[in-house]
């Protein structure tokens, strides 16, 4: 099991997550942040911190959202797992669910 970020994050990226994760797999794409299935260690840090309520348990993910937890999944399938994110830095790229949607409200 893992924790997904879900479509409230799009065009959001407010990082506060990423500062709170002990093992650094939030990445950052273009218009979301993702969570690394692999390299969770589902602690919920990230959780309580999101001030827009985009992370969910992925048992508690709600069905509008349901697709974001295959989108947060293959986001890195080209990768596999890299180690963390702070290695990485911005990947400049979006699962094609995310980069389809339109420009979230901010």
């Known amino acids: 099991m893992t924790y997904v970020i879900a479509q409230p994050c799009v065009d959001v990226l ?5 500062d709170e994760c002990p093992v650094d797999c939030i990445y950052e794409g273009d218009r ?9 260690v589902d602690c919920g840090a ?3 911190v999101c001030p827009v309520e985009a992370i969910y348990y992925e048992d508690d993910l709600p069905e509008q959202w349901s697709d974001f937890y295959k989108a ?3 986001f890195f399938d080209d990768m596999g797992s890299p180690g963390g ?5 911005k990947i400049d790229r979006d699962h094609p669910l995310v980069a389809k949607l339109p420009p979230q409200a901010e």
């Open 14 to 18: 407010d990082k506060a997550c990423i």
């Open 32 to 40: 979301m942040l993702y969570i690394h299935p692999d390299e969770c």
């Open 46 to 48: 990230c959780e309580p």
């Open 72 to 74: 947060n999944v293959e």
């Open 85 to 89: 994110a702070s290695k990485v830095g």
